[in-house]
């Protein structure tokens, strides 16, 4: 403080009382935001003691991306020294108010341009396509709709499905005035999406199909909702039968093809000549739905418009959709199921022959080395880590069905770092399920299915994918001596009826040579060349 009493300040003072520079108190002096009290004779500024409070305010400020000229009037209008009596400035808050605006209009524009450099990033986008999405990403909501408009005009042109293109047209990339990286990335991917040939020809297809399906009268909502409540149907069924590990050509699939069949058939009834009941002709017409609506491409289309408007996605159809495609090509006309492939088996056999099995090909298991694992085996063109992965996922599927819990992650890594150990702890860990939760005593599904014979399955795809895994290193085939003649009797009885048709579990049956052993007999029987 000065020594002369009258309490002023030197722009040195106040310097080292606010720790900032001279330099920058006096360009803030000069465009009058801390305009001095008084000078020495010398003609040396002097400032108030309001002026240490004053500094802080315009620090803050400036330090929230506020310009100079916005804080000097919002301090000639708060401050009562330096007033200029106009009252016309704003007050801090109005002009708080008012950068906040302008720092969330940058936030958005900040956002978007980070959600293009992302769609780059991720799409490996060349540098030309650059300045075309940052476009797209700034289109307004009336162009946005344009593009998609004109997207199903142009795919629909000339085919009469109005119910599907008003469908199609209602549905618009309405983004939200603020919206997420991920929602300006999906607008982005879908812009582009719309512009390839491949989902123009998949969406005709499509609405020809809706076209030659349309019901000739009637009320065009309640048709809708009832082909909605069918397509749930067939997802929910076909999700479960997967998870119940029912084979979509084995002998309990019928029956839930007879009931998806059931439930379809009322939406035929006004279409060009409907089938009356199930039959060859109706599960035909049925499976020439299902492979036509069968179009990744679309599905993509409805996840990426669902994920621009923040709506919940879809549900998934894939899973679904293969099973019963394949349920249908297996089981081209309705049968009664022969529930004797229920019949007749002994949990304590059935038991037993699982160790035996497990007991053999945990041997074939244990010698596999690391560079085995790239191995070709006879079956699906698996390799040999594929055939160990896929043969530690049967054991854990039987596990979480003992345990009421199915799993649904075929497709996930089940075998890890370690395929020794993986094997081996699927294998106690399903022995402990079967004999510790009573499923050899039980029945499950709407078809009550015995526990017995669901581990009876796993039986059978254990001796036989041991018996790939033997013929892929080189080993001896003749596994499960003492178990395996029962598991090929029960193979017969379980699979023999079932139709080898494209999608179907097993090849057309091979023949074995004279005196093959059982397990060779079994791989014949399920399509492997054991000659």
Not at 349 to 354: G, I, M, P, S, T
Request: net charge negative; charged share 25%; glycine share 8%.
């Amino acid at each position: 403080m000065n020594e002369d009493g009258t309490g002023l300040l030197t722009i040195g003072e106040l310097a080292g009382l606010t720790g900032l520079p001279v330099k920058t108190i006096r360009s803030w002096s000069d465009q009058d935001l801390l305009p001095p009290a008084a000078r020495t004779p010398a003609g040396y500024r002097l400032y108030g003691p309001d002026a240490p409070a004053r500094l802080e305010i315009v620090r803050s400020l400036r330090a929230l991306g506020i310009g100079l000229a916005a804080i000097r009037s919002v301090l000639h209008r708060e401050l009562p020294h330096g007033l200029n009596g106009t009252g016309g400035s704003p007050s801090l808050a109005e002009t708080a108010a008012q950068w906040a605006d302008a720092l969330d209009a940058q936030i958005r524009t900040l956002r978007l341009q980070s959600a293009v450099l992302r769609s780059v990033a991720a799409r490996g986008s060349a540098a030309e396509e650059l300045p075309y999405m940052t476009e797209l990403a700034r289109l307004s909501a009336r162009e946005r709709r344009l593009i998609i408009t004109d997207f199903v005009e142009d795919a629909l042109d000339g085919v009469d499905a109005p119910a599907y293109r008003s469908g199609l047209l209602a549905a618009t990339p309405d983004l939200p005035d603020d919206p997420t990286p991920e929602q300006i990335g999906a607008w982005l991917e879908l812009a582009a999406l719309v512009r390839e040939p491949e989902l123009r020809a998949a969406l005709r297809r499509l609405a020809e199909q809706s076209a030659r399906t349309a019901v000739a009268a009637g009320d065009p909502a309640a048709q809708e909702q009832a082909a909605r409540r069918v397509a749930e149907l067939l997802r929910v069924r076909g999700e479960g039968a997967v998870a119940a590990g029912i084979a979509p050509d084995s002998p309990a699939a019928e029956p839930v093809v007879a009931e998806l069949v059931a439930a379809w058939l009322p939406t035929q009834t006004g279409t060009a000549d409907p089938p009356a009941e199930d039959g060859p002709a109706a599960r035909a017409r049925l499976l020439e739905q299902l492979e036509t609506a069968a179009e990744p491409l679309v599905e993509r289309y409805w996840q990426l418009l669902c994920a621009v408007t923040g709506r919940p996605a879809p549900p998934r159809w894939d899973t679904a959709g293969t099973w019963t495609t394949a349920a249908l090509r297996a089981h081209p006309g309705p049968y009664e199921l022969d529930r004797s492939a229920f019949d007749g088996t002994d949990p304590d056999r059935v038991l037993r022959a699982y160790e035996e099995v497990t007991r053999d090909v945990a041997a074939l298991v244990a010698a596999v080395r690391p560079e085995d694992l790239a191995l070709p085996t006879p079956c699906a063109g698996w390799t040999v880590r594929q055939l160990l992965d896929h043969m530690v996922w049967e054991n854990l599927m039987a596990t979480s069905i003992a345990e009421d819990t199915p799993r649904a992650d075929h497709t996930a890594d089940h075998l890890g770092d370690d395929h020794h150990a993986a094997f081996a702890d699927s294998v106690s860990a399903a022995r402990t399920a079967f004999t510790g939760s009573g499923m050899l005593h039980r029945t499950y599904g709407p078809y009550e299915a015995p526990g017995a014979m669901i581990v009876q399955q796993v039986v059978v795809e254990l001796l036989a994918h041991g018996w790939d895994l033997a013929r892929a290193t080189g080993a001896p085939t003749a596994l499960a001596p003492e178990s395996a003649e029962e598991t090929l009797a029960a193979a017969y009885r379980i699979y023999g009826a079932a139709p080898r048709t494209e999608g179907s579990s097993f090849a057309p049956e091979r023949p074995a040579p004279p005196g093959a052993g059982a397990a060779d007999r079994l791989a014949a029987f399920l399509g492997r060349d054991v000659a």
